[in-house]
């Protein structure tokens, strides 16, 4: 579906940026967009409490451990549900919560997008 609207790039994802007080729509607009792309909410679409992300070592909990660290080959939880779905729609919820280390991590992703 993401071809039929000129969303589809073969190198890139698509992201889009939702802004907002509480309680305005974020999170149903990003449900929607993914019942829309995918037909089925429940396998496309990925939620991220980014508040279990306070602390600086919950970065390998977020993306994974890095290589020679136990638990390296099983990723963390963005990148164990990606594998899953790799077109799925993800809501990072409370991102203002998460540990600036995170966050770092999330501008990395995206700068590379």
């Known amino acids: 579906r993401r071809k ?3 969303w589809y790039d073969e190198e890139h994802p698509l992201v889009f940026l939702f802004l907002g007080s509480s309680g305005i729509g974020k999170t149903e607009l990003a449900k929607q967009t993914a019942k829309y792309i995918h037909k089925d909410v429940k396998k496309g679409f ?22 020679g660290y ?3 080959e099983e990723g963390g939880q963005l ?6 779905c790799p ?27």
Do not use: W
């Not at 990148?79 to 899953?84: A, E, H, I, V, Y």
């Open 46 to 67: 990925i939620r991220l409490d980014m508040s279990e992300f306070q602390e600086r070592h919950e970065v390998a909990k977020f993306i994974g451990s890095p290589p």
């Open 87 to 113: 077109n799925a729609v993800v809501l990072f919820d409370e991102v203002d919560k998460a540990h600036p280390d995170v966050l770092t991590i999330m501008l990395q992703l995206f700068d590379e997008v």
């Open 4 to 6: 039929e609207n000129g």
């Open 79 to 84: 990148t164990k549900q990606l594998r899953q």
């Open 70 to 72: 136990v638990g390296h």
